[in-house]
């Protein structure tokens, strides 16, 4: 799974390692229910074994694999033997040039100088303050004289920071986060719940653009731990798929920079304790008045462009009814991980070499079931992606340049971390988390359930389905970008553990027996969606 930024969750520090979540979610919800008899899917979904998932998941979490990074051997290493697996399988090739392989090319802005000076002192990138690449412009050399302390840089109609100053062509300072009173109430909402200007600090830039502002320093409270939460975002952050009809860029308008309080200090010199006490007046619900500072800054943001090739594998199982083989059913998950570290492998047996061997042994178990002459009806793609951990670029390339129409892929199954169990379960391994079914379809849910209690009875947990979970793992893992095109979605995961995105992950670690299960589970709710009477509804619109 990507650690990603949900740069929505910046003030919260966004990583997966924080377990939070609803103390009491629900589980199994309701007896299912099915209106239509199907072939019995039992003989195939049991042909996916506790041994088989471990023979995948110790060859792919291997360190002969080094960790599977994307653009690097492990990958193309890994790549290679999926392809050979649907090969076995006498699954014909149907990507590019008559192969396995969806090949792309991901590029990358990197600092070639990246510098801050407050009044001739030099401060230290990562120490002092933090960049995003992805999110600023190339300016090799900025210069200041004239900034605004506009405390958290918000303009709304309940509260404003701006009032009427003039900020064009300055650089303006705002802390991260929103003004709450002594009570612990936001002034915007007047609960504690936190408005939209604490969710997306990009949201502040491109006001201070809007208002003229040329640079946008923001305080960050929570400093060390947002560097330390992040280290690999700031460092590997911002590659894109090197196509030019690939989504909107990134970029902000201005150039951005998160800083400690120590450079605030810095910055606004004597006028410090005036910012501090401008700052502190809010809390007491007073109101907030800019304060001007001269000061002499220079940034420097010079950048440097890398790239790198990573590929989907994909294996096709035609469907077996004419009427309706030429609607899809995908089964993904990311078959990349994070590569290695000073030559530490990072294995990534559970993140996510699991739900590839996962997605391995459900077609296995259709391609048996086909030869047996019992389905599928419609046509199964089993794809696996790279760049998952780059920021769900593979299955972004793949939703850009669909192979097999989207309009007629009526469902994303992704598996992201079934190997494992977490505290939460220690006593009970037969579970999963299931995110997503109820977002784009009325059915979906209902169709995990009845198979579920058909044939797995694990225990379904759907406290991360909550679309108020801090984590959103809805918005993190491949199945993401099938859902932002109206295509319902189903994500099975086991939860985080201490060793993820660690090179602790290793396949040691692996409960064979409930990722076989879990896999099941995703075969048998395949199974249904495949050989149905009718497509399931995308009948919800998204949050």
């Known amino acids: 799974m990507k650690l990603r930024i949900v740069l929505v969750m910046l003030l919260f520090a966004a990583g997966v390692s924080a377990q939070s979540g609803n103390a009491e979610a629900p589980t199994t919800k309701r007896p299912a229910k099915r209106y239509y008899k199907l072939p019995d899917a039992r003989p195939y979904g049991e042909s996916i074994t506790s041994d ?16 599977r990074e994307t653009g690097e051997d492990g990958q193309r ?31 990358r802005e990197s600092w070639k100088d990246l510098g801050l000076k407050v009044g001739g002192q030099e401060f230290k990138n990562r120490r002092d303050y933090y960049v995003f690449p992805a999110n600023n412009l190339d300016n090799p050399l900025m210069e200041f004289k004239d900034i605004i302390f506009v405390g958290y840089g918000i303009d709304d109609p309940k509260y404003s920071d701006y009032g009427k100053t003039n900020v064009k062509g300055k650089a303006v300072v705002f802390y991260n986060g929103e003004p709450m009173d002594n009570n612990g109430k936001s002034l915007i909402t007047g609960t504690e719940f936190r408005s939209a200007w604490s969710l997306d600090w990009k949201k502040k830039v491109q006001l201070a653009a809007e208002k003229g502002a040329v640079m946008a320093l923001i305080v960050d409270p929570d400093f060390e731990k947002n560097v330390r939460e992040n280290r690999r975002q700031l460092s590997t952050r911002g590659w894109k798929p090197f196509a030019a009809k690939i989504g909107p860029n990134e970029e902000l308008p201005i150039s951005n920079m998160f800083v400690s309080q120590e450079v605030a200090n810095a910055i606004m010199g004597k006028k410090s304790g005036k910012a501090e006490d401008a700052h502190a007046s809010l809390r007491s619900g007073e109101g907030f008045k800019p304060v001007k500072v001269k000061a002499s800054i220079e940034v420097r943001m010079a950048k440097q462009g890398q790239t790198l090739e990573g590929s989907n594998v994909i294996g096709f199982i035609e469907g077996t009814d004419d009427l309706v083989k030429d609607q899809y059913v995908f089964i993904t998950a990311h078959y990349d991980h994070l590569g290695r570290v ?21 077609a296995r178990a259709f391609v048996a079931a086909k030869k047996s002459g019992v389905g599928p009806r419609r046509s199964v793609v089993c794809m696996l992606v790279s760049g998952e951990e780059k920021g769900l670029l593979g299955s972004k390339f793949y939703c850009d340049f669909p192979m097999f129409p989207l309009n007629r892929t009526v469902v994303d199954i992704n598996i992201d971390m079934i190997g494992r169990v977490d505290d939460r379960h220690a006593d009970n391994p037969d579970y999963v988390y299931v995110i997503g079914a109820d977002r784009l379809s009325s059915e979906l849910e209902g169709i995990n359930e009845y198979a579920n209690d058909t044939y ?12 108020n979970d801090p984590n959103h793992y809805y918005e993190r893992s491949d199945h993401y970008n099938f859902a932002e095109r109206g295509i319902p979605a189903i994500f099975y995961f086991n939860g985080t553990h201490a060793d993820y995105h660690k090179a602790t992950d290793t396949p040691d670690k692996i409960n064979p027996a409930a990722a076989a299960k879990r896999a099941q589970l995703a075969f048998y709710t395949a199974w249904d969606i495949a050989n149905r009477p009718g497509p399931i509804s995308a009948d919800k619109k998204p949050d």
């Open 77 to 107: 290493m890994a790549a290679e033997f999926i392809a050979q697996q649907f090969a076995d399988m006498g699954l014909p090739p149907v990507a590019d040039r008559k192969t396995y392989f969806q090949n792309f090319t991901l590029k």
């Open 456 to 467: 797995t009875n694990l225990e379904l947990d759907y406290r991360y389905n909550d679309p």
């Open 52 to 67: 088989d998932m471990k023979m995948l998941i110790d060859t792919l979490a291997s360190n002969t694999m080094g960790g």
């Open 342 to 362: 000073d030559e530490v492998v990072y294995n990534g047996a559970d993140d996510n070499a699991s739900g590839t061997a996962g997605v391995l042994e459900i």
